[in-house]
Every structure is written in C-alpha cells, then in structure tokens.
C-alpha cells in the first residue's frame, strides 16, 4: 500500500519564488542539452511547470506517475530526480544573476581572450570596457582630475 504524501521541500518552496517568465527560462535551461542531458529531468520540470505555482496540492505518486508513467513507484528515484533539478535550479540562479552582471561577464570575456592569448581583440576590448567603467563611475570631466 502506497501512503499519499505530498511533494514538498526546498526545490518546490524555490520554484514558487520564480515569475512566470523566470519559470519559463528555467524550463528552457533544463531542457538545453549544454546544462542537462537527462530528459527525465527535463520531463519533471515540464510536469512542474504545468502546476507551477500550485504545488502545495501535488503527490508523490501523481509527480512520479506524470514522470515515468507505467513504472511502479519509486520514491528513491523520485527523490534523486527532484535532487538532481535542485542542482540545475542552482546553477540556472547563479548564470541568471551573472548575465544581469554586464561588467562581470566583460571582464571574464576579456580575461579568456587573454588566456587564449587572442591579442588582436584584447586591446580593444580593454579600451571598450575601460571607457564603459569611466561612463558608469564617473559623470562629469572634473571627476577625472
């Protein structure tokens, strides 16, 4: 006999915090094959976005049905699946947050084209960023002085 018991836990209580678009680009990010190659997950997080952001009524059993249909419950692999896109919501945070991060993502870009020794584009860059940090922190020529 199977106890009914509802999918709770830090991944879903994370989900909810997400906007509708966020849940979208999330979905999009596991299902690119770059981040994830299990398409389990990538159906899991599809039968999460169905119900997003009503969670608080989904079971076990109906998540793990929805997931790998004909097969008898498993609640280990349930959990290892919901484990494993706990580790994508993760990393789907910390890219999000570096690409809002326009200065962050230049210096890495220029730092790279340095260590693959790509000169012929490297002093440009240095110069673009150099005066984009200019126009960011100073407002006015006297700033300069």
């Given at each position: 006999?199977?106890?009914?018991?509802?999918?709770?836990?830090?991944?879903?209580?994370?989900?909810?915090?997400?906007?509708?678009?966020?849940?979208?680009?999330?979905?999009?990010?596991?299902?690119?094959?770059f981040f994830n190659?299990?398409?389990?997950?990538?159906?899991?997080?599809?039968?999460?976005?169905?119900?997003?952001?009503?969670?608080?009524?989904?079971?076990?059993?109906?998540?793990?049905?929805?997931?790998?249909?004909?097969?008898?419950?498993?609640?280990?692999?349930?959990?290892?699946?919901?484990?494993?896109?706990?580790?994508?919501?993760?990393?789907?945070?910390?890219?999000?947050?570096?690409?809002?991060?326009?200065?962050?993502?230049?210096?890495?870009?220029?730092?790279?084209?340095?260590?693959?020794?790509?000169?012929?584009?490297?002093?440009?860059d240095i110069i673009?960023?150099?005066?984009?940090?200019?126009?960011?922190?100073?407002?006015?020529?006297?700033?300069?002085?």
């Amino acid at each position: 006999m199977i106890i009914e018991k509802k999918v709770g836990g830090k991944l879903l209580n994370c989900l909810k915090s997400l906007t509708k678009k966020e849940m979208s680009a999330f979905v999009l990010y596991v299902d690119s094959p770059f981040f994830n190659k299990n398409r389990m997950i990538v159906k899991l997080c599809r039968v999460l976005q169905a119900t997003y952001p009503h969670f608080d009524d989904l079971f076990e059993k109906e998540l793990f049905d929805a997931v790998f249909e004909k097969e008898e419950f498993n609640y280990s692999k349930l959990r290892n699946l919901l484990s494993d896109l706990n580790k994508l919501f993760k990393n789907f945070l910390a890219i999000s947050h570096f690409q809002n991060q326009k200065d962050v993502v230049d210096l890495f870009y220029i730092e790279q084209l340095n260590e693959r020794r790509l000169e012929e584009y490297l002093t440009k860059d240095i110069i673009s960023f150099s005066k984009s940090l200019k126009k960011k922190f100073f407002q006015t020529e006297n700033d300069f002085a």
